[in-house]
């Protein structure tokens, strides 16, 4: 696969408005996992597949800063940063659109928030095989549902999404968020009539891992009120698929403008299709796989591909799975990143002899007389001696003053627990000051609301 063939693009401008118990001002995509910022992991996936060049979508205002985060991880990909206006209220689709002239081939989407091992290679020659206009990946959900939050107790509410797909083909017929059905969900007919057996999965997630046509975003272009790809565009061009081609060209008697202007809002539009692709798709099985029995006018064709059930795939766009996969970390690197990558970043300076199982990222100061177990340090952060940390993330530039005992905790960007501090089961809120000598168990410290409830959506 080369870069001739597909273009690569990574969305990183998201606001993290799902996990502000951490963020605070930082970037979503520089939340440490591990020794890395988020975003290295994509990055790093579409290294492995031989992609030498990139485009990543950021905010303006935040693009130096992850530049320069990004300068000091182990990659060697090409980053091209579109950058998009701070003041936006861009979705995901705004993001495309806003980069449409960068896209001149068929190109891959990925979110900035996925850690994955995943091979890409199965997704692409299904998208390949059936001249498809979309294909996308599902992983297996359920990867944070042995992981408890801590801080007051809540109620996890994980999202699920129904997915549709035609078991003998891998064709996707709906892709629908669980939440938006009630007690029933209602298929329509010609979702199953002759088309063989259609399996409706809840325990699988989209990946925001995607493949497309050059023309899909040539589409999408003219589409200027759809403003999310997963959540609007996607249903959209699921549901083109059923869109048929005129067996004669579409008259318009009146007036050579209203012609144009009636084409130019039609898919078909978009689609190549020349005379010689129908005489194929007349005269061989190509292009019938939707249905057993062929029928006119598929030319909109949308794949799902799982993952392999062993494979690593988590998105992490929740403060719960945040934890999660760095809780998880030490366990799956090997398998996730191989032995090429330490655990401990070359960068971080590690004073403390009694260490088990830890994490650190480029530039964490970890003293010497400190007792740290089984927990992540993220960069810039400085735990200053006789301290124990145990099964805690300690967030990017977070202090923590000395004689402090932290356990089960996560320490958030840019807080500062300041000295005797003893805190279980806590969450410290980005920017939070922890004042000397608290004694806290199952809070969230927060400046927005001391003693805030969590709602984890």
């Not at 799956?332 to 970043?345: F, K, Q, R, Y």
Request: glycine content about 4%; proline content about 5%; charged content about 20%.
């Amino acid at each position: 696969m080369t870069n001739s063939e597909f273009q690569a693009v990574v969305l990183a401008a998201g606001r993290g408005t799902r996990l502000p118990e951490v963020l605070g001002d930082a970037p979503k995509c520089l939340l440490p996992v591990g020794p890395f910022p988020l975003l290295w992991y994509p990055l790093n996936m579409l290294q492995q597949h031989n992609f030498s060049e990139v485009i990543v979508v950021v905010l303006e205002q935040e693009k130096l800063e992850i530049q320069l985060a990004l300068e000091n991880t182990p990659l060697k990909l090409k980053v091209d940063y579109a950058t998009i206006p701070s003041d936006s209220d861009f979705g995901t689709a705004d993001s495309l659109r806003y980069i449409y002239d960068k896209i001149k081939s068929d190109f891959i989407v990925v979110s900035c928030d996925i850690v994955s091992n995943v091979s890409l290679y199965p997704l692409i020659n299904k998208f390949r095989e059936h001249d498809a206009a979309l294909a996308l990946l599902l992983f297996k959900s359920g990867f944070e549902s042995d992981v408890v939050m801590p801080g007051p107790k809540t109620k996890h509410k994980p999202e699920r999404d129904l997915i549709g797909v035609h078991s003998a083909t891998q064709r996707l017929a709906f892709l629908t968020a669980a939440s938006d059905c009630e007690e029933t969900l209602n298929i329509q007919r010609h979702l199953l009539k002759n088309k063989g057996q259609l399996d409706v999965y809840s325990r699988l997630s989209d990946a925001h891992i995607y493949v497309l046509k050059k023309w899909v975003i040539n589409y999408l272009q003219r589409k200027e009120n759809i403003s999310t790809f997963k959540g609007e565009f996607l249903p959209h061009l699921i549901k083109k698929q059923h869109t048929k081609r005129p067996a004669k060209a579409v008259q318009d008697t009146t007036s050579e403008v209203g012609l144009v202007t009636k084409l130019e809002d039609s898919i078909l539009h978009y689609v190549p299709h020349t005379a010689l692709d129908q005489k194929i798709t007349q005269t061989s099985l190509f292009n019938q796989s939707l249905s057993h029995v062929p029928y006119h006018g598929d030319i909109v064709r949308c794949y799902a591909v799982q993952a392999p059930k062993d494979a690593i795939g988590v998105r992490v766009n929740s403060t719960l799975s945040f934890l999660a996969i760095n809780r998880k970390l030490a366990s799956i690197w090997n398998d996730l990143c191989g032995e090429t990558h330490p655990l401990i970043a070359p960068g971080a300076l590690v004073k403390s002899t009694q260490t088990k199982e830890i994490i650190a990222a480029d530039n964490a100061k970890l003293s010497e007389k400190t007792s740290l177990n089984y927990s992540v340090f993220g960069p810039n952060c400085v735990i200053n001696p006789k301290n124990i940390v145990s099964n805690s993330l300690v967030l990017s530039n977070a202090i923590v003053e000395e004689g402090c005992n932290i356990d089960n905790c996560i320490v958030g960007h840019r807080a500062h627990v300041k000295s005797g501090s003893v805190l279980k089961n806590c969450i410290i809120g980005p920017n939070y000051v922890v004042d000397e000598d608290t004694k806290s168990t199952a809070m969230h410290l927060s400046n927005a609301d001391q003693y805030m409830e969590i709602d984890i959506q």
